[in-house]
């Protein structure tokens, strides 16, 4: 089966950073983009980020300077570094992955899920 599994979510103040890992298993790692979004509430759900098997990466306006993503097809993991954190980054983060063979638009209809990680900003 797929598994997705998120980590290294928490609490941390303004300014700080924090470095989230997904982890993929039941597919093969290197056919498939991976993407970053989050949710905050109260509003919906938008994307942050997106690595291609290459290496290649697209990150959103409102991130773009502060975060970074990487992928490391040893450990099948995706990373998401995230700096100079203010309280608007605050919300739940998800991974998703798409088959690159099937995609129509790269990292949008994402093929699997996962369950999230909490980020919360704030003083």
């Known amino acids: 089966q797929v598994q997705l599994v998120e980590s290294g979510g928490g609490m941390v103040q303004p300014g700080g950073s924090l470095r989230l890992s997904c982890t993929v298993s039941?597919?093969?790692?290197?056919?498939?983009?991976v993407g970053w979004f989050r949710q905050a509430p109260g509003k919906e759900r938008e994307g942050v980020s997106c690595i291609v098997s290459g290496g290649s990466t697209w990150l959103s306006d409102s991130v773009e300077g502060r975060f970074t993503t990487s992928r490391d097809s040893a450990r099948n993991t995706v990373y998401l570094q995230l700096n100079s954190l203010t309280p608007e980054d605050t919300g739940v983060y998800y991974c998703a992955v798409q088959d690159l063979d099937t995609a129509d638009t790269l990292c949008k209809g994402m093929d699997y899920w996962g369950k999230g990680t909490q980020v919360t900003v704030s003083s």
């Open positions: 039941g597919l093969t790692f290197d056919d498939y983009a």
